[in-house]
């Protein structure tokens, strides 16, 4: 089955391109000019994807993106969402991925790239990820279930993006041991870091919040500055 792929950017030209190279790609592809409209198909028929402009005429992407990861439970939470930023606008870029984005592309872009940024995240919410080779995984009071793509710390049901799921998901394949940034970035993003990136920063910051704190109040995901980061478990 094809993967359907929602455009939510009031471009009609740029759409359309996009729409006639990605189909041309082996996805389904639909198209929203508007952040209204964008809720609305999604809410209606939930894409396996989302690729949202920042600058939308009814609503900002920021206000739109902000109501799709607040739905609690709703499929929409959880669909994964590829940003367009405008090029040098580092902090469009910061708060999409503080707001829950997996990911962005700066305008203008290649549409090879997306494409290739929209495999890399049809391929992880498939339950493709690169390295899983079982269903759960536990340490500590930690548990992950690869194939619903659930966390629990404790009693605790975690929400996470997508990228922040792959992340935890190869940190707790080495708990104790340091995975540098760039690992990181291939198995949650499929992609190498560019300079100056802070993708994986930014997600391993959010994936921390909401794991919380050790018993003894240590982080989780402790960091090592020039090399990357590593899990440390509850001990019993």
């Known amino acids: 089955m094809r993967a359907h792929v929602l455009i939510i950017d009031d471009d009609v030209a740029l759409a359309a391109m996009l729409e006639a190279f990605l189909e041309g790609e082996g996805l389904d592809v639909s198209h929203a000019a508007d952040g209204a409209g964008g809720l609305e198909r999604v809410r209606n028929t939930p894409p396996d994807a989302v690729v949202l402009d920042v600058m939308l005429p009814d609503m900002s992407g920021f206000d739109v ?31 999409g991925l503080e707001l829950g984005a997996d990911d962005y592309l700066p305008k203008p872009f290649n549409p090879r790239e997306l494409a290739a940024r929209l495999r890399a995240v049809l391929r992880r919410t498939a339950g493709d990820a690169a390295g899983a080779t079982q269903d ?53 993003l499929g992609r190498r870091l560019t300079p100056f990136d802070r993708s994986v920063d930014t997600h391993v910051s959010r994936l921390r919040s909401k794991l919380g704190p050790l018993s003894d109040g240590e982080p989780r995901i402790q960091s090592q500055r020039g090399r990357g980061y590593r899990l440390v478990l509850e001990q019993s």
């Open 136 to 188: 759960t995984a536990q340490g500590g009071d930690l548990q992950l279930d690869a194939h619903s793509r659930r966390v629990r710390v404790g009693d605790r049901l975690l929400r996470l993006t997508g990228a922040e799921f792959a992340i935890l998901e190869r940190l707790l394949a080495e708990p104790g041991e340091v995975i540098n940034r760039e690992v990181l970035s291939e198995h949650a």
């Open 65 to 95: 993106l902000r109501s799709l990861r607040g739905e609690h439970g709703a499929p929409a939470a959880a669909i994964p969402v590829i940003m367009l930023t405008a090029r040098g606008e580092d902090t469009d870029r910061i708060i």
